[in-house]
């Protein structure tokens, strides 16, 4: 990623048409939507989905398990994250929302998931520890590690595409991937594992006030702080406030708005490019979609 961004690759993005971006984010929008309609309701999955499709034909098949407590707590956050800002605008209703849907699992005792009864929470900061580099593992990763380099390069650069558009803003393609290429490498000395700029994460912290790469270091900042501090309390927060606060995300990033300006100004091979960005995005994944879109909008180029 390093190297990618000081030979200048980044500039490529560029050459992404507006109705893949356009496709793509609305598909990855649909995505998270569907991937937390689980925690909303409360339901009882009998297999563990990976894929998107896969999740939304569990909860089909599973829907009868139906939890009305989850559903009332997520219906609570929904109603406060949209509500509040009408009322009170510096104060973030995503964390309003945590806040008041936690504390009435709490003092209900609703039967309700919360972070702390899915995942073991410890405030335990990661140890520094040197990887044993051999000639012989370096090899056997390389294409692999290629692979996820220009993934993670895609994903970044398509998600800076996406802030710029929601912000009004223009990002420095090669400084965000030699960025990401500095974070991923220094991760790994603590057990970290590769990530890359989210949509997802982005437009929520775009939507609660961030317009500057601050905004990164405020939220690293802030999860540091409850991760040291906060951590008990983390572990109340219920699972279907999580799910209602991505909603959220997922409706203000999905750009419907744009979607249907798209489909109404466009020619024909504009529109067929994005439907199939889109629906190729929630069908099957993301390096589908991007590469299906990229040599559609070439042959009709």
């Not at 000639?135 to 294409?143: C, F, K, M, N, S």
């Not at 970290?192 to 609660?208: D, L």
């Not at 309390?233 to 995300?249: D, G, H, N, T």
């Amino acid at each position: 990623l390093i190297l990618m961004g000081l030979l200048r690759m980044g500039s490529m993005i560029k050459f992404i048409p507006y109705t893949i971006t356009t496709g793509f984010t609305a598909g990855i929008a649909v995505t998270i939507l569907i991937g937390q309609l689980k925690d909303f309701f409360g339901l009882t999955f009998v297999n563990a989905p990976v894929e998107t499709m896969e999740k939304l034909e569990e909860v089909v098949r599973t829907f009868s398990t139906v939890n009305p407590a989850a559903v009332g707590v997520g219906g609570l956050a929904l109603a406060v994250l949209i509500f509040w800002p009408k009322l009170f605008q510096k104060v973030p209703a995503s964390l309003i929302a945590v806040v008041v849907t936690a504390a009435a699992v709490k003092l209900l005792r609703l039967p309700v998931n919360t972070i702390g009864d899915l995942y073991t929470i410890s405030s335990a900061l990661p140890r520094f520890a040197m990887p044993a580099l051999t000639y012989d593992t370096v090899a056997a990763v390389l294409p692999d590690a290629f692979t996820i380099a220009v993934l993670a390069a895609i994903e970044s650069l398509l998600s800076a595409v996406v802030a710029d558009e929601m912000i009004g803003t223009r990002h420095n393609s090669n400084m965000e991937l030699v960025a990401q290429g500095v974070g991923n490498s220094a991760s790994a000395f603590f057990g970290g594992i590769p990530a890359t700029g989210a949509i997802a994460r982005t437009a929520a912290n775009i939507k609660n006030g961030g317009s500057s790469p601050v905004a990164g270091m405020v939220n690293v900042s802030g999860l540091l702080l409850v991760l040291v501090l906060l951590m008990p309390y983390a572990a109340l927060i219920p699972m279907p406030c999580i799910a209602a606060i991505l909603f959220q995300v997922a409706y203000n990033m999905s750009g419907w708005r744009t979607v249907v300006k798209v489909v109404k100004r466009s020619p024909k091979s504009d529109i067929a490019v994005l439907a199939a960005t889109f629906v190729l995005t929630v069908v099957f994944d993301l390096v589908v979609a991007i590469v299906v879109g990229l040599t559609l909008a070439c042959l009709l180029f």
